[in-house]
């Protein structure tokens, strides 16, 4: 067997993600050393065991120079699949000192006030509503966004002149308890056509071109 073929040989023992890994660990490392690089794994409380292999392997190498990790999650979220690598654990005991770690607590009342009061461009609701909003959201940003948009889709929240007043009372309001239901809440009152497409996208994956989408959508040829 000549060298060449040996090498083909070899190669094909290694695992595939770690050839992967030694490509990426040469591309980025090269770029680091030609200009800073930030790299940015978001919600890694959702990571696949593969890509959590590969940023654990990217942070262990020392040729990457100039590199800014960010890495965010949940704390109180269980991993998408069991027995995933720890990528925050592993940047602690990778970095030691130089790992930050930023613990961002639940919005208080007062904050949340300026929140709705942002999104909504007026500084008053009804005492209620914003009661209702701050309670339901627990200090979530993003679930005082969504109850917000819930109240507006349902018609309970109208805008008249520069004030915003509920139409029903806020004790009849049925507000799901957490982000999941209402995001189903939202969902449930999208036209038929809608939510078939939703559901068909939920299939497909996070991300995917929107012709794919079409070309699953379109109707069967006879």
């Known amino acids: 067997m000549g060298p060449a073929a040996r090498k083909r040989t070899d190669t094909g ?3 595939t993600h770690d050839r992967v890994d030694d490509r990426i660990s040469v591309a980025r490392a090269a770029e680091s ?6 790299v940015a794994a978001e919600d ?30 949940r704390p109180d979220t269980a991993p998408a699949e069991p027995d995933v690598p720890d990528v925050v654990g592993a940047a ?25 009061a942002n999104l909504l461009e007026v500084e008053e609701l009804p005492q209620d509503v914003r009661q209702l909003i701050q309670e339901r959201s627990d200090g979530n940003p993003y679930f ?21 007043v509920a139409t029903a009372s ?14 189903l809440a939202r969902i449930d009152l999208l036209p038929r056509e809608a939510r078939h497409a939703l559901l068909v996208a939920s299939v497909i994956g996070r991300r995917f071109p929107v012709r ?7 109707p069967a040829s006879a």
């Open 13 to 15: 023992s290694v695992p």
């Open 33 to 38: 050393r030609r200009r800073p690089l930030v």
């Open 44 to 73: 890694v409380h959702w990571i696949d065991p593969s890509s959590a292999h590969i940023i654990e392997r990217l942070m262990g190498d020392a040729s990457l120079r100039r590199v800014l990790w960010l890495l965010t999650r």
């Open 92 to 116: 602690r005991s990778t970095f030691g000192d130089a790992a930050h770690e930023i613990v961002l607590t639940p919005l208080s009342g007062d904050d949340s006030g300026r929140l709705v």
């Open 144 to 164: 005082v966004e969504e109850v917000i948009r819930v109240l507006i889709d349902r018609g309970l929240l109208e805008r008249r002149g520069d004030s915003w």
């Open 170 to 183: 806020v004790d009849r309001l049925d507000i799901p308890d957490n982000l999941h239901g209402l995001l």
């Open 212 to 218: 794919v989408l079409e070309r699953v959508l379109e």
